[in-house]
């Protein structure tokens, strides 16, 4: 089993940024890839953005390309999600989860809310 818990949230002002740390414990993450998702109200959870699991390979959806940047610190056991340029459309609860099968996210962490205000 994995446990993962995520950080970092908070209100912050449009242009500004944040970052998330994403820290796990009961096994080594160095083995998973690790995605973050988010969920604004309405709407259903997306996937945001991926790493593989030695940080070599990333991907990023089209509209946080150039301000969201995933990484992680296998060392440290956590994946951090940096935000820049952050924009009210950013507001959700952001998620981690962590995927030993490609495209398969089995174990996710409780979320941090992210709000945006204009």
């Known amino acids: 089993q994995v446990q993962l818990v995520e950080s970092g949230g908070g209100l912050v002002q449009a242009g500004g940024s944040l970052r998330l740390s994403c820290a796990a414990s009961g096994r080594t993450l160095s083995t998973y890839a690790m995605g973050w998702f988010r969920q604004a109200p309405g709407k259903e959870r997306e996937l945001v953005v991926t790493?593989?699991?030695?940080?070599?390979?990333?991907y990023a959806i089209e509209s946080v390309k150039g301000r969201f940047t995933i990484s992680r610190d296998n060392a440290k056991n956590t994946v951090y999600l940096q935000m820049n340029s952050l924009k009210p459309e950013d507001t959700a609860v952001y998620y981690c989860a962590a995927a030993y099968i490609a495209g398969k996210y089995a174990y996710w962490g409780q979320g941090t809310q992210v709000t945006v205000s204009s």
């Open positions: 790493i593989n699991w030695n940080g070599v390979s990333t």
